[in-house]
């Protein structure tokens, strides 16, 4: 299992390994927007990966790709849907829509 914790809100729930990083969020109840269908076209599931690097698969092309297209991106950003929760580490997640 997984444990991640979401900010702005510190929700924490515990996740099976494997799973989506867009997906965990959504199942936490906890609002994220999707325009593309997870296929890292939109932009709009980027945030912040504040803890927890070694928890989460490591950066696609695609999703560098996109990142590198987004207006105010940092070393944490990230997109949730090209995210897979791998058990390692506890995650901390920190939405940006939500700033
Ligand atoms: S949902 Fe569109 S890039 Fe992630």
Redesign the pocket.
């Given at each position: 299992m997984s444990t991640l914790t979401i900010m702005p809100s510190g929700k924490t729930v515990e996740v099976a390994e494997g799973t989506n990083l867009?997906q965990a969020i959504l199942d936490a109840g906890v609002a994220l927007t999707?325009?593309?269908g997870?296929?890292?076209?939109?932009?709009?599931?980027h945030l912040s990966l504040t803890g927890g690097r070694k928890g989460v698969s490591k950066m696609t092309a695609a999703e560098n790709a996109?990142l590198d297209t987004i207006i105010g991106i940092g070393s944490k950003s990230r997109?949730?849907?090209q995210m897979t929760l791998l058990g390692t580490e506890p995650v901390t997640v920190e939405l940006l829509s939500a700033i």
């Amino acid at each position: 299992m997984s444990t991640l914790t979401i900010m702005p809100s510190g929700k924490t729930v515990e996740v099976a390994e494997g799973t989506n990083l867009l997906q965990a969020i959504l199942d936490a109840g906890v609002a994220l927007t999707s325009k593309c269908g997870g296929d890292a076209k939109c932009g709009a599931c980027h945030l912040s990966l504040t803890g927890g690097r070694k928890g989460v698969s490591k950066m696609t092309a695609a999703e560098n790709a996109k990142l590198d297209t987004i207006i105010g991106i940092g070393s944490k950003s990230r997109l949730a849907c090209q995210m897979t929760l791998l058990g390692t580490e506890p995650v901390t997640v920190e939405l940006l829509s939500a700033i």
